[in-house]
Every structure is written in structure tokens, then in C-alpha cells.
């Protein structure tokens, strides 16, 4: 069976690394004959770092689907084409827009110093800040400010892409039209009903809806609805993982389910 985990606020939390408890519960899954694959909002560059490096050549979704690694080599990269580049960086003049911009490795940053995303930035300083129209390809975009949000989003509506809106955080996280991580697990030959994935928010939705079970973490709305299971987010919430992939691991063990 292949396990499918999201990162951020699912195995990892508040910006730091997996911890090796649960690193060790991924591990009893690989000695069950499981294969574990990471699906991320976060470009490559920026998953790296948060898991240990034993586990860099395991299959990586990166950037919401728009970046696909495989056995430490990355197999494919969806871009924005250029006529929808052209309209938002028409806006993000118009609203004066901060952003978090990702090529396939570099980046352009213009938020504030303090910004809370900084923290996962290329942390190991594998990349480069380099300006906007230098970057190429741009596979993904974190709005982060704007002088008039709700009026920005209706102008993002009309175009070909997928935003995912981060409303706790006020972000707007942007993604090439047909990329989400269900898209990028298909880059890996991953097919309906043959994985379990473990997630926490709205952008894990497209990996929950084909998945034969569903764990999530926490409690998002419009994510609920596609889970199958739920585990608190409390202090017990790490050991509470590490017992269900133990409990899931066991239960579709290679003697019972062969995928």
C-alpha cells in the first residue's frame, strides 16, 4: 500500500522538522513493504529540510503538485504559461501585491522581514532570492499582502489557475490551471483507491477524494467532509499519528492488500 503525508500542520508542526518519532512510525511502514510518498505545499527546496536525510530519496510532491522528485531527481515541473504571468503581474502592480514567488528551485521574496514564512525559506540556503522578472519557471505564487484582498480574488477568478486561500493566514496560494497533488501522484503512477493519505487542510482535498482511507489532522471544514478519520490537534496529537500509521500499517500489511 502507498501512504501519501502531507507536511505542515500533519507530521510537522509549527516550522519544524518531522520529529524522529514520527520518522520512525514512517520507517515500520517501509519494513511492512508500505511505500511512503510526501506531498507538499512546499517547493522541494523547502521539504528537504524538514525531513531527515535518510529520507531524501523517497518520492516528493512539491509546490501543491507543480513539482514531482523522485529517488532525489526531479522528473517533472509545471509552469504558469506566459500569457497568465503577463495578467498577475499586472495585478500584482495594480494591489501592490508582497509575494512568495518559486521557480523549480530559486525564489523572489518581497514580504516583510518578520513575515512567518520566512522561517521555512530556503533554511539550508540551497537557492537564491533573486528578482521577478529573472525568475524562470515560475511554478508557484504565496500572495501575502494586498491593498484590496477581496477585490484581488475576483480578479484571480477569472483566470486559469487554482488558488487555494489560506483565509487564517491571509494568503492567497496560486498554482498553475490542472496542478494539485492528485495531479502530481499520477506523475508517480499512483492510482485511484490505492493509498491512504494523511492530511490537514483544503489543499489536501484532491488527494482525499480518490484515497481508499483518509486521516485528518486537526479540524478543517471543507477538508472534513473527505476524511474518513480524524485525530485531534492537542498534546497527544504526535503520538496519536504514530499510532494510526502503526495501526494502518499493520492492517494493510503486503499479506492482506497488495497494491
Known amino acids: 500500500m502507498k501512504f501519501v503525508f502531507d507536511l505542515d500542520g500533519t507530521i510537522c508542526f509549527k516550522g519544524q522538522p518531522v520529529s524522529n518519532k514520527i520518522l520512525t512510525s514512517l520507517e515500520y511502514l517501509v519494513t511492512k513493504e508500505h511505500e511512503v510518498i510526501f506531498a507538499s505545499a512546499r517547493p522541494i527546496r523547502d521539504l528537504l529540510p524538514v525531513l531527515h536525510k535518510r529520507f ?3 518520492k516528493m510532491i512539491g509546490g501543491n503538485g507543480s513539482i514531482v522528485m523522485d529517488e532525489g531527481e ?3 515541473v509545471k509552469q504558469f504559461s506566459d500569457e497568465v504571468l503577463s ?3 499586472y ?3 495594480q494591489y501592490r501585491i508582497t509575494y512568495l514567488v518559486d521557480s523549480d528551485w530559486d525564489y523572489a521574496y518581497t514580504g516583510s522581514n518578520d513575515h512567518p514564512i520566512l522561517q521555512n525559506i530556503d533554511r539550508e540556503k540551497r537557492a537564491n532570492n533573486i528578482p521577478l522578472e529573472k525568475l524562470h519557471p515560475i511554478i508557484k505564487i504565496l500572495m501575502l499582502s494586498a ?3 477581496k477585490k484581488l480574488e475576483k480578479e484571480l477568478d477569472k483566470l486559469n489557475i487554482v488558488v487555494h486561500k489560506h483565509r487564517h493566514e491571509g494568503v492567497l496560494d496560486i498554482s498553475p490551471a490542472g496542478v494539485d497533488k492528485w495531479s502530481g ?3 508517480l503512477g499512483v492510482k485511484e483507491g490505492e493509498f491512504i493519505a494523511f492530511g490537514n487542510d ?3 482535498i484532491p488527494i482525499f477524494q480518490p484515497a481508499l482511507h483518509t486521516v485528518m489532522i486537526g479540524n478543517h471544514a471543507e477538508l472534513a467532509s473527505f476524511a474518513k478519520e480524524q485525530i485531534p490537534m492537542n498534546e497527544m496529537t504526535e503520538t496519536s499519528i504514530v499510532q494510526k ?3 494502518l500499517a499493520d492492517k494493510y500489511g503486503i499479506s492482506k492488500t497488495v497494491c
Open 56 to 58: 531524501h530519496s523517497f
Open 74 to 76: 526531479i522528473i517533472s
Open 87 to 89: 495578467t498577475i503581474f
Open 91 to 93: 495585478l500584482i502592480e
Open 147 to 149: 491593498n484590496n484582498l
Open 185 to 187: 501522484l499520477q506523475k
Open 202 to 204: 483544503a489543499n489536501d
Open 245 to 247: 500509521i502503526i495501526m
